[in-house]
């Protein structure tokens, strides 16, 4: 059963606590699924249409949820009421790297409501960051639609973050050790601010709403201008460790290569996978994913392509590892590997088997991820959205 799926309260509980407990069921039910039947949440959640229908209706009234009637599948008989989350509730993202920091609203509806991405000088500061990230912010806030309400701000971080407070204890590429990254932004936007490693929200994000949607045992691949990163989804639970920094995969060490990887760690899988060495064979100072990807599809170069198989190869072993240890049912891979899966998808399957126990890896499925530029965004809203579906009623929203 997938971490996100909501279940009926436990018995034993205050009338309360049963209450604020269904009611954050309902709402995470029709968060993940965007629009769903009454009848449905009913059956999913096993509480009876009566009760399903006062929270409904308390959610409601508290501008979260939206109710309507859809006509009945044969268009005959009586219709079907639709629940939706409400589309005027957003969160801000914000995602910082080497080049460019990309901030976006995001509807709780699920609903990418404007995105920019915005160069910047190498290596900025953490504090430059900050100041861009509360520029845009604004800028965006200016333009939503009145009545909107805002729930916050998630950071994406290509780096080790202390969740419990959003410092930053170490992005490496970045150079950014020990920043109150949370706190700051927070004093400059005026909204609470919530912090996160970038490759754990992609994993979050892959599982409730893209290719690892509904899979209960997955390991996610997410290589960015920060490195390889990464998350695992173990029975439904997403492996968080006993401090909150797991999922560290681009760390595993596949090579007795001496090359070092933005932690300082030689061969290992972040060390031999390097997006900066393939901007630099098709001398590309920044691009995007899709950028990058247009030249990895259209290279004749016989040193680019040598380079793309060594990359795939190394991807097939740090997978193989990864199969190894956690027998998932899919590997999903996010950014540029999307795009070596692309170039040598047949070489990618048959080294990572080679590598791999033959019980672990016999089911195992590679997937490209489903969310594309919009992963992080997602991922990143998820955070302030996750304070709301805790305690919907009690959650201050603010105005725009």
């Keep these: ?107 709780l509806s699920g609903r990418v409501v404007s995105k920019e991405r915005r160069l910047m000088r190498s290596h900025p500061t953490a504090q430059d960051s900050i100041a861009v990230s509360a520029e845009m912010i604004d800028s965006m806030r200016k333009q939503l639609e009145p009545g909107t309400r805002i729930v916050g701000v998630g950071v994406s971080v290509p780096g080790q973050v202390r969740s419990s407070d959003g410092v930053i204890r170490f992005a490496p590429q970045l150079g950014w050790v020990e920043q109150a990254f949370a706190a700051s932004l927070s004093q400059s936007t005026g909204l609470p601010v ?14 409730r709403f893209g290719a690892a949607k509904d899979i209960n045992d997955a390991v996610f691949l997410f290589a960015g201008s920060g490195g390889i990163g990464g998350g695992v989804i173990s029975n439904g639970r997403n492996i968080t460790g006993a401090a909150g920094y797991a999922g560290e995969l681009g760390h595993i060490r596949i090579s007795s290569s001496k090359q070092l990887d933005y932690s300082g760690f030689s061969g290992t899988l972040e060390a031999l996978v390097r997006r900066n060495d393939l901007l630099d064979i098709f001398r590309l100072y920044v691009a ?52 070596l899966f692309d170039f040598a998808p047949d070489q990618l399957i048959a080294e990572m088997k080679q590598g791999a126990l033959a019980a672990a890896s016999e089911r195992v499925v590679i997937r490209k991820g489903a969310l594309g530029s919009n992963l992080l965004v997602l991922g990143a809203a998820e955070l302030p959205f996750e304070a709301l579906l805790e305690a919907p009623s009690s959650f201050r929203l603010t105005d725009a």
């Design 288 to 339: 995007t994913d899709e950028e990058l990807d247009a030249e990895i599809r259209s290279t004749e170069s016989t040193k680019a392509r040598k380079l793309l198989e060594q990359q795939v190869s190394s991807l097939a072993d740090g997978i193989s590892t990864l199969v190894n240890i956690f027998n998932p049912e899919v590997v999903v891979l996010g950014g540029f590997l999307t795009s």
């Design 194 to 207: 919530y912090l996160a490693n970038d490759a754990s929200l992609g994993c979050v994000a892959e599982s």
């Design 1 to 107: 059963m997938s971490a996100d799926k909501p279940l009926p309260a436990h018995k034993g509980q205050s009338g309360e606590s049963v209450r604020q407990h269904n009611l954050s069921t309902v709402l995470r039910l029709v968060h993940l699924q965007g629009t769903i039947l009454r009848s449905k949440i009913t059956a999913t959640t096993g509480l009876n249409r009566s009760t399903v229908s006062d929270l409904v209706a308390e959610l409601s009234e508290l501008g979260i949820l939206v109710e309507k009637e859809t006509a009945a599948p044969t268009g005959v008989g009586r219709p079907s009421l639709a629940v939706s989350a409400a589309d005027n509730i957003v969160a801000f993202s914000v995602n910082p790297e080497i080049d460019a920091t990309t901030v976006a609203a995001v509807a």
